[in-house]
C-alpha cells in the first residue's frame, strides 16, 4: 500500500471514526444458548424464517436489511471488514490510493471461481461496475458509485477506479455488497430487473442459488469450489413467515432453526424465561425508518405539504404502538448517542396539530386521498401512521402489497408515501447518501444541490474536526427542507434454536444483522 499523507489520512479518519462509533454503541444485548462442547460439524440443512418474501435475486436490485442479508450468502465484495472494523482483502487481496485520492487500484485476488465455474477476472469487476453504473439497470448501489469517473482494466488481475473528487470513504462502500456485489461479465442485459424462475447469477459466495418461487423457500446450497475456508452446513432454506406469531410458533415448534425480527412480546417470554430453548441475539439499532414523499406527486413538491406531514406525528407514540416501545425516536439517519448525531444537534420535531393544519391550507390541499404503500410485516407501523395523518386532516389510504410488487411499484414512483428503511453504519456518507444525494431511481426522487455539494465535501475532507462541521450543515439542510419524515430506530431481535451454533458476532461485539455469518453456522 502507497505511503503518502492523504492516504494515511484516509486510514487515520477511518479508523477513528470506526473506533468512536464502536464506543458510542451500547454494551452487546444478547440471551446465548449455553455453549456446546462438540466441534464443529459437516452437513444439514438451517431453516431460516423471514420476516417478509424474498422478492427478487437480481445481485443488484434491493441490497438493504434482509435482501442483503440473504444474497450476502452468494454475493461477495472486493474487500471486507473485520471483526475490529478493519478494512482487509476479500475478492481482492491488496489496494493502493494515489496521492490525490482519486485513484484506487484493486489486486484481484486468483483462483476464485463463479458459482458456474468461470474464474473472477478483472473483465468481471469492469462490467460490474458499468452496470451499477447505468441508472437503466435500478442498481441499488447506483448512487453510491456515482463519484467514479470510469473503470480501467490493468490485467487480468488488477483494476483502477478513478474518481470524479477524492473520496475517505470509498474504500468502505467497496467493503459491502450495497454498492458492488461481484458477477460473471455479462450477466444481465440492460435494463433487466427480474430473473425468470430458479435463474440465477452466479456469484462468489460460499452459498449458491439454488431454487427460488416469489412468495415461496428462497434455497441456497453449499458452494463446491468457494475459494475460501468452505461452509459446515450442506443447504438453508430462507422461508417466508411475515406473520409474527405463526414466525415466532415455528421457531418455538422446531419448524424453522432461526427466525428474524421477532415480535416484542415473544422476546420477552423467551428473556422472561417463559419459553425455553431460544437464544436471542439483539441489535439495539437495527434498522432506520423515515417516511418519504414520492415528489412526483405536485402536492408534495411544496415545503408546506411536507412540514405538515412532519408536525402531524408523535414519534413516541407511534413506537409504542407499532413496537410496544421497541424503537427509539430520532431526527436523523445516524446513531442518535453517536458523535455525527452530537455533532447535528438536531431539536426534537414535536407534534403541532394546528400548525399542520394551517400548513395544509397553505399547501392547497383539499382532501385528496394519498396512498402508502407498505409490506404486511409492516402493517401495524403504516396503520399507525394513517392515524396520526387523519388526526391532522391528511386521508391516507394504506396498501399492503407483496415485496415484489412494492419494489416494483417503489421504481416506478407508483405511490404518495412509502416507509424506506436504512441500514446504520459508522460514516454519515457510506449510510445517508443513498436516501439524500439526487438520485432518479431511488425512493422519493429528492433532489437538492446544496444537499449533494455538502455530501461531495463531506466525502472529499480529511479532517474530521472539518468534517463534524459540514456534517451539521448538511443535516440543518436536510431538515429545513423536510426531505422526509425521520421516524425511528427498531430495536430488531433474532431467534435461534439450541442446535445452531457457531452464527453471529465474536464476543463482546454487538450483533449487526450479517449474512456472513452462515459461513461459521453449523447444526449439532
Excluded at 487480468?156 to 458477477?183: C, D, H, R, W
Excluded at 450477466?187 to 430458479?198: A, E, F, M, N, R
Aim: glycine share 8%; charged share 25%; net charge positive.
Amino acid at each position: 500500500m502507497n505511503k503518502n499523507p492523504i492516504l494515511l489520512g484516509i486510514i487515520i479518519i477511518i479508523l477513528f471514526v470506526i473506533g468512536v462509533a464502536r464506543e458510542g454503541q451500547s454494551a452487546p444485548k444478547q440471551q446465548s444458548v449455553a455453549p456446546h462442547k462438540e466441534q464443529p460439524r459437516m452437513g444439514g440443512t438451517l431453516v431460516f424464517g423471514l420476516d417478509k418474501e424474498f422478492a427478487n435475486p437480481n445481485p443488484f436490485i434491493a441490497n438493504s436489511s434482509i435482501y442483503q442479508f440473504v444474497k450476502e450468502t452468494a454475493y461477495e465484495s472486493l474487500l471486507t471488514r473485520d471483526d475490529d472494523g478493519r478494512f482487509v482483502a476479500n475478492l481482492a487481496k491488496t489496494y493502493d490510493i494515489s496521492s490525490s485520492g482519486k485513484e484506487f487500484t484493486l489486486h484481484l485476488r486468483k483462483g476464485v471461481k463463479f458459482h458456474n465455474g468461470k474464474e473472477m477476472q478483472a473483465d468481471d469487476v469492469v462490467w460490474s461496475v458499468n452496470h451499477v453504473k447505468d441508472p437503466k439497470n435500478g442498481a441499488y448501489g447506483q448512487n453510491k458509485i456515482s463519484n467514479v469517473k470510469y473503470i480501467e482494466k490493468i490485467d487480468n488481475y488488477t483494476v483502477k477506479f478513478v474518481l470524479e473528487k477524492p473520496s475517505g470513504v470509498f474504500i468502505s462502500l467497496l467493503a459491502n455488497i450495497q454498492m458492488l456485489p461481484i458477477v460473471p461479465a455479462n450477466s444481465l442485459q440492460v435494463g433487466q430487473i427480474k430473473l425468470d424462475k430458479d435463474t440465477f447469477v452466479p456469484g462468489t459466495g460460499p452459498f449458491m442459488f439454488e431454487q427460488f418461487m416469489p412468495g415461496f423457500d428462497m434455497v441456497v446450497k453449499k458452494s463446491p469450489e468457494y475459494w475460501g475456508k468452505p461452509a459446515y452446513l450442506d443447504k438453508i432454506i430462507f422461508r417466508p413467515i411475515t406473520d409474527n406469531a405463526n414466525r415466532f410458533n415455528a421457531l418455538r415448534t422446531g419448524d424453522v432453526h432461526m427466525a428474524s425480527r421477532l415480535g416484542v412480546l415473544d422476546v420477552a417470554r423467551v428473556k422472561k424465561g417463559d419459553v425455553k430453548g431460544i437464544g436471542i441475539l439483539e441489535e439495539p439499532l437495527g434498522g432506520f425508518s423515515r417516511l418519504c414523499f414520492n415528489r412526483l406527486n405536485p402536492l408534495f413538491q411544496k415545503k408546506e405539504m411536507r412540514q405538515a406531514v412532519l408536525y402531524a406525528f408523535d414519534k413516541k407514540r407511534l413506537v409504542d404502538e407499532a413496537f410496544f416501545g421497541a424503537a427509539q425516536p430520532t431526527e436523523l439517519m445516524m446513531d442518535p448517542q453517536g458523535i455525527w448525531s452530537k455533532a447535528a444537534n438536531l431539536p426534537p420535531q414535536k407534534r403541532d396539530l394546528v400548525k399542520a393544519k394551517a400548513l395544509l391550507k397553505t399547501a392547497g390541499y383539499n382532501g385528496q386521498e394519498f396512498v402508502l404503500i407498505e409490506k404486511r410485516a409492516q402493517s401495524q407501523l403504516a396503520e399507525a401512521c394513517q392515524r396520526m395523518l387523519g388526526e391532522a386532516g391528511i386521508k391516507l389510504k394504506v396498501e399492503i402489497l407483496e415485496a415484489g410488487v412494492l419494489i416494483e411499484r417503489r421504481i416506478a414512483g407508483k405511490y404518495d408515501f412509502y416507509i424506506d428503511g436504512g441500514t446504520l453504519f459508522d460514516d454519515p456518507v457510506t449510510t445517508m447518501f443513498e436516501g439524500y444525494h439526487s438520485n432518479k431511481v431511488q425512493v422519493g426522487r429528492y433532489s437538492n444541490p446544496k444537499v449533494d455539494q455538502l455530501f461531495d465535501s463531506l466525502s472529499a475532507e480529511f479532517d474530521q474536526k472539518k468534517r463534524l462541521k459540514i456534517f451539521k450543515e448538511l443535516a440543518w439542510t436536510i431538515r429545513d427542507d423536510v426531505a422526509d419524515a425521520p421516524l425511528f430506530f427498531e430495536i430488531r431481535y433474532l431467534g435461534l434454536a439450541e442446535k445452531v451454533n457457531g452464527f453471529g458476532p465474536p464476543k463482546g461485539y454487538n450483533y449487526i444483522a450479517n449474512g456472513n455469518y452462515f459461513k461459521n453456522a453449523w447444526l449439532n
